[in-house]
């Protein structure tokens, strides 16, 4: 099979948002058609503006937040600097759109699934085939989101501050002040969230490691199984490639509400390997934290062993933990589903640095230690043989 031919169309930009998205699925879509390998489409509605709609509507309500400081209307400044972090919160960790629902389009999850006569288990494996651009990098980010909590409290102190001194001209001016740096704070998190529409063209990641590589491993994996090359005992296998994953895990999202919803368990004893990451230098890495906004679940600690095993036998080296990830695995912890997201630790090189830009190219692809990571997959796979 030649990696560098499938990844070849999967590291080009395609953002949500860019006909490149659709171009994607029906390349894979063609592909594992061409292989003879079974699949279903799964379409959700996707709102591709998702975090750009978000930024937007917190700088405008910042800037609302504003206006009410300097008019002295403390009700109404409460009123707005409690949507914020309300807004946010409802998006964000309920996964529920109250804002961003306003442009939509359809998104594709593509689903192989292989059934067994008698399944004791279901494996479950994800990789998101969408790509995103930043405007700053995830270290700038970092230091700018830090301070978001801080924001809420100003925001609900200036509230409560202009109540106390709207009768006085200098406790006044500091109100008035004190929003305007808010103003000026919220504007870095809108081009946080939404500043990727003013970079241009030839500047966008082409989201080779993030997330083409793990596209290509299951692509890989799906075919092998196909082929008969990795034996499922009784395993049921289901091989999911997400869209939406950068716009806040839409793709998984909607699989797991469609799948498990509420009060649905799953028939069988269900687990999930999500990829990201993938196949640049150095060893397989897990994440230990997976979570959005406030709430971050623990990866699964039989998940790290079974597939920390598998590393182990194909590289002779140890599996290593990284601290937390944002990624579509959320979704299904969330619905109680034990998971875990496994990649590679980029080292030598940039870590996990460098994503969501120009740096994930092509060039970043470690096409042996890919090779290395499906053979685990395929390893882990066949571990449910034995016990
Ligand atoms: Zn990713």
């Given amino acids: 099979m030649d990696l560098i031919e499938i990844m070849s169309h999967l590291s080009i930009p395609r953002p949500n ?6 171009e994607t699925a029906t390349y894979i879509k063609t592909t594992l058609t061409d292989w003879g390998v079974p699949f279903i489409v799964q379409q959700f ?28 209307m403390p009700v109404a400044a409460l009123v707005v600097a409690l949507a914020i972090p309300l807004l946010l919160m409802i998006e964000f960790e309920l996964f529920v759109p109250v804002v961003t629902g306003v442009v939509k389009k359809t998104g594709e999850n593509i689903v192989v699934t292989y059934t067994v006569p008698n399944p004791a288990r279901e494996l479950i494996f994800a990789a998101h085939y969408d790509s995103k651009t930043d405007f ?9 989101y830090r301070f978001i909590p801080a924001a809420f409290i100003l ?13 006085h001209t200098s406790g006044a001016i500091i109100a008035a002040i004190l929003a305007g740096i808010l103003v000026v704070y919220w504007g870095l998190v809108f081009l946080g969230f939404g500043g990727y529409i003013f970079i241009p063209a030839d500047r966008q990641s082409f989201g080779a490691v993030d997330n083409g590589t793990s596209v290509t491993a299951l692509m890989v994996l799906a075919k092998d199984i196909h082929d008969g090359k990795v034996s499922l005992g009784n395993s049921n296998v289901t091989i999911i490639f997400t869209a939406g994953e950068e716009v806040t895990l839409q793709g998984a999202h909607w699989y797991v509400k469609e799948r498990f919803g509420p009060d649905v368990r799953p028939a069988l004893p269900t687990t999930l390997v999500n990829l990201e990451l993938f196949g640049q230098n150095g060893p397989m890495v897990y994440w230990k934290k997976d ?12 998940l790290i062993g079974r597939l920390g095993a598998a590393w182990t036998r194909v590289s002779g080296t140890a599996i290593e933990p990284r601290e937390k990830i944002t990624d579509d695995a959320q979704r299904f912890m969330s619905a109680g589903i034990p998971a875990i997201t496994i990649g590679n630790a980029g080292i030598p090189g940039l870590g996990e640095g460098g994503f969501h830009s120009t740096e ?21 796979t066949e571990g449910y043989l034995t016990k």
């Fill in 155 to 167: 925001g609900l102190a200036l509230a409560i501050l202009i109540f106390f001194t709207r009768h």
């Fill in 360 to 380: 994930d190219a092509i060039t970043r692809v470690n096409t042996e230690n890919l090779a290395l990571m499906i053979n685990a997959l395929e390893l882990y």
């Fill in 45 to 72: 509605p996707l709102r591709p503006y998702m975090q750009l709609i978000l930024g937007i509507a917190v700088l405008a309500l910042a800037v609302l937040l504003l206006a009410f400081v300097i008019k002295k």
């Fill in 17 to 22: 948002h860019s006909p490149a998205l659709e």
């Fill in 136 to 144: 700053w990098d995830h270290i700038q980010r970092a230091k700018i």
């Fill in 291 to 302: 979570g959005v906004f406030l709430k971050y679940y623990d990866a699964d600690p039989e």
